[in-house]
Structure formats: structure tokens, C-alpha cells
């Protein structure tokens, strides 16, 4: 198998967009700096944490003034390559597919979504959140000639493989995985898979350490 | 302000869903042994990493022979708190909660939803996966008699503090928030918040590094 990409500092860039999600609130409200101080008791973190962070982007703050807000969302869109836009589909249009079209931060991030499809006959030909739903069994049809980079999944588990296998045969090479399976993939195919549960480990062992549970 | 509990290893408990929910298919298959290279693999990690990752766990495999697949399975919940069972509220069963609810896994976790509330009042009344859902007006009132320690929090951010303030009045000790806000609690009360854009901004990495966008 193929090395796979490595990826360091993960907290930090699962940080970022909590970040430029509060600087651009305060961009909004016309603050022209950001303190380390400030977002680090936003975030519940430490400042020496904040600043850390922020070295990753080459943004440099000014000590007794902070960063520049707008030079510091730069920043981190550039990091995070949200300066670029993301063509994306996204399959499995139930509760929490529609969770995901009605996010509306997703413009934030360059995600634009293209395709929605759904092999449900009672969802296909409806709008959710200002997308069309399409039939799942066209999605090839509908994809293969301008295939976009990046699949959103989220279909049932025992059929995410059956259509990650399909995504790829259209030319997809990304998928974002929100059905609770590891997708087994060519190794030049991303994949980053979302745990609900891995959030919540986390919480339990702050319950159990902290005695609540 | 006290000091918050420290968790360390954070992507480590991030994996260990990941690994039961694998075990436990194992297991459900007669699979009595678990190797390391093989949980690798399906996981696309380094062996050596899922090795450090169960030593946390007490759990030791034997050389050649790997794991015990039931004693890994107990090891894996009692490290992250799971064998016990841990009561919640939902608050806002709009999609994402929805979605929430019909999260078969959540009952693998010790986690119990005894009490869902909305303000909508097309939903007040109805059931959704299993659950009655109730007016968040008579929040207080049903719960302040005994309150779950947890709350599960899938409003919108402009009144997720709000809804926390109420729950944190009614006795409520932690959060599981949904709301892309960060809260302002007292010091001895826990959130962990999720942060949908945590893991595109791994993948948008990913996906700048390789090219792809």
C-alpha cells in the first residue's frame, strides 16, 4: 500500500475553523484585532495553545495588540485551503444529510455542494435547504462526465462501500464519511471519516475522571 | 477560574469507537482473537499506533496471537466510562437531532435519552425514533425534580446559551453541544463541543497537500 499523506497538528486544524468562525463575528462587528488572550478564553484553552495555533498560518500577532482580524481569517482560510473552492456531492439525503445542507457555514469553508441524491422515491425530485434531490441510480449518469473532487456520505453502513465503489468508478477522489464503516479505498483516494462517537469518548472520560457519571 | 480537567490522548479516545464498534462485529462474528495489524489495516493506522492506543486500555495481546476480542471489548468500555450507563436530554430535535436519535450505537456507549425537547410546536407531541418529544417551555419542570447530568444540545447557536443556562439551573452538569458556539459555563460544568468543521478542515488539508484541490 501506497504511504498515505501524513497530517500533523490535528487538534490544532480540527481548531481552526472554531477560530475564524468567532473572528469572522468579530470582523462583522468591526473589531480590527484579535487577542490570543481573548480567543483563548473563548475556547476554553490555554493562550500559549491560541498562539501555537496561529504560528501555523505565518500570521504573526503584535505583542499588546494582537493579530489584524482580517489578516488572521486570511490566514487561516489559506491554512486550511478554504481560499479554494470544493466541488462536492453529497449521497443520503436522511436527517442528518439534510443536517449537513442546512449548515450554512459550509460557504465559509469553499464547500459547495452540486449533487444531492437519494435512492428514497418519496425524497427524489425535492428541494432540502435549496437542493434538488436526485435518483441515486443516476448518479453515475449524472456524475461521470465532470465528476466534483470530494463525496459527501451519508448513506446507511451496509451500502457506503457499494457506493464509495461507484463514486470512485465515476472519478470521484475524496470522501468526507459520516456512515460508521471504514471504506476500504485505492490508496490515492482520501478519506476523512467522522466519528459521532469520538466526541463522545472524549466526554465520557471527562464524566467518568470528573465523577459526574 | 479552576482548572479545567486535563484529557490527554485526545485522538486516541477519538479512535476507541472506532475499535469497539470493529470488535464488536468481530465478536458478533465468533472472531475470539483481534490482531493489532489487523485492526491496523482496517483502520488505515500504523500497527504501532493501535498498539499504544490499547495499552491505555490495561488490555494485553499476545505475541502471534493478538488480543482477546471480549476482553479488548470490556477493556476499550471501561477505559472511556461506557460500561456504565449514563442518562440525557436533547434539546432541538430539528435534523441533526433527529439524526441523533436514530443513532443506533448510542445504547453501545451507556448513553440513555430519557427526555427530547423542541419549541416547535408541529413537533411537540409527536415521537421521533423511539422518543416523545416535548415542549422545551415545560423543560424546567420535568426535569429540575431529577436532572440527567447530561444534555445533549441541537439548538441553534443564537439560543444555545440560553438553553444552557436553564439546564446548568436545573442541574444539569454537562454538555454534548451541537451549537456552533462556544458556552459559557461555570468552571465545574463540562462541555465538549462539536465542531461539524473540525474534520473538513483535516480533509481541506488533505485535499490542498494532494493536490486535488
Redesign the interface.
Given at each position: 500500500m501506497a504511504a498515505?499523506?501524513k497530517?500533523l497538528n490535528?487538534?490544532s486544524?480540527?481548531?481552526?475553523?472554531?477560530y475564524l468562525?468567532?473572528l469572522m463575528l468579530m470582523h462583522a462587528a468591526g473589531e480590527k484585532h484579535a487577542s490570543a488572550t481573548k480567543l483563548a478564553e473563548?475556547?476554553?484553552l490555554d493562550t500559549i495553545i491560541v498562539r501555537k495555533d496561529f504560528e501555523l498560518t505565518g500570521i504573526q500577532g503584535r505583542p499588546g495588540v494582537g493579530y489584524k482580524t482580517d489578516e488572521l481569517i486570511d490566514g487561516i482560510r489559506r491554512?486550511?485551503?478554504?481560499n479554494?473552492t470544493?466541488e462536492a456531492c453529497l449521497v443520503g439525503a436522511?436527517?442528518?444529510g439534510?443536517?449537513?445542507l442546512?449548515?450554512e457555514?459550509f460557504m465559509?469553508?469553499?464547500?459547495k455542494i452540486t449533487n444531492v441524491f437519494d435512492s428514497d422515491p418519496a425524497k427524489v425530485g425535492s428541494m432540502i435547504h435549496g437542493h434538488l434531490v436526485e435518483d441515486v441510480r443516476k448518479m453515475t449518469q449524472v456524475l461521470k462526465p465532470a465528476p466534483p473532487?470530494?463525496a459527501i456520505l451519508c448513506v446507511s453502513p451496509h451500502c457506503a462501500q457499494m457506493v464509495a465503489d461507484e463514486l470512485i468508478e465515476c472519478g470521484v477522489?475524496?470522501f468526507?464519511n459520516f456512515a460508521?464503516v471504514?471504506l476500504q479505498v485505492p490508496p490515492d483516494i482520501?478519506?476523512?471519516?467522522?466519528?459521532?462517537?469520538?466526541?463522545?469518548?472524549?466526554?465520557?472520560?471527562?464524566?467518568?475522571?470528573?465523577g459526574?457519571?
Open positions: 498515505r499523506i497530517v490535528t487538534p486544524m480540527r481548531r481552526m475553523p472554531s468562525h468567532k473563548y475556547m476554553d491554512y486550511l485551503g478554504w479554494i470544493c436522511g436527517s442528518l439534510s443536517a449537513l442546512g449548515h457555514e465559509e469553508y469553499g464547500l473532487p470530494l477522489k475524496a468526507w460508521n471504514c482520501i478519506v476523512q471519516r467522522e466519528v459521532i462517537a469520538g466526541g463522545f469518548a472524549l466526554l465520557s472520560v471527562k464524566l467518568t475522571q470528573s459526574i457519571k
